[in-house]
């Protein structure tokens, strides 16, 4: 039997509730279209730390390297606020350390959470699905640092081989959805994104069906708001991306639901949900777990082309929330809530 080899990080807060669910999730889809799992667990985050005092063994780098594809739950938590090394240098750690340059995050409004988006019902409309492509390895959450006596220094940087790869993925993208593909930078300023929008304009010459809008981040932080509807892909930088991304997100009111993909050259790729590892509620079966078990869809969609199997999930889930079941973070104050397990146990009922 066909057999995948995923690594597993759980990670802190509320990442154990949510891993948990989305490998009974995919045990189930697994037996269903007849191939297999094979999970190795590792640390990362908080808990390394605790562990091992690096949030990034070097256990866990070989763990994912030797596997197929990996999933992660959360890192980080005011425990270690105060930490020397802080629970997030192990995801962009393990980012630079498996090259996975090329962020896909969906903001995708459900019909049956409709109301749960902070804009009027007239900005939002009928449906809204937007795809934000984010640079992951570069830029300047890895250029050269440096702390002086009287200073602080973070560099932006991008080369033209970062900037291709990127905007490759961003027109791919755009050719399998509505083919309008907004690039983001802030050209009137910066110089990496003047060459950022050169780079962009030179690949859109092999896209010639893909409209090609180019903005500044700024006007892109407010268009969100004004007109959503105008957006199919965003393709931008990874500080750009981290911020529009979050935008985008919330916009769907669904935070808990929103799933991402992080993906290197070939079929390696990390999955994890957007939202973080909400330490408040961890361990008390109240987390939502769509957006890891969603996350698992992009895994077989991505990493494994299966593409059935994925959309089965994906259907599940809208099963679920068309019959009206909800956790606290997506219910309105009239409905009473249900808990990560039995969302969970509810999806795999409909697979
Ligand atoms: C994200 C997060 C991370 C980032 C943090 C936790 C380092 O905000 O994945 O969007 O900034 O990339
Ligand atoms: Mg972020």
Known sequence: MKTYNIAVLKGDGIGPDVINCAIDILDKVAKKHGFAMNYSEALIGGIAIDETGNPLPDETIAICKKSNAVMLGAVGGPKWDDAPIR???????????????????PAI???ALKDAS????????????ILVVRELTGGIYFGEKEKGKDYSLDTMKYSINEVKRIATVGFESAMKRNKILTSVDKANVLESSRLWRKVVIEVAKDYPEVTLNHMYVDNAAMQLVRDPHQFDVIVTSNMFGDILSDEASMITGSIGM???????IGTMGLYEPVHGSAPDIAGQNKANPIATILSVAMMLRFSFKEI???NDIEKAVNSVLDLGYRTGDIAIESETPIGTNEMSILISEQL
């Open 308 to 310: 059935n199997a994925a």
């Open 87 to 105: 629970p997030e240098a192990g995801l962009l750690g393990i980012r630079k350390a498996l090259g996975l340059f090329a962020n896909l995050r």
């Open 258 to 264: 929103l799933p991402s993909a992080s993906l290197a």
């Open 118 to 129: 902070p804009l009027k019902a007239k900005v939002i409309g009928d449906e809204l699905d």
């Open 109 to 111: 409004i459900y019909d």
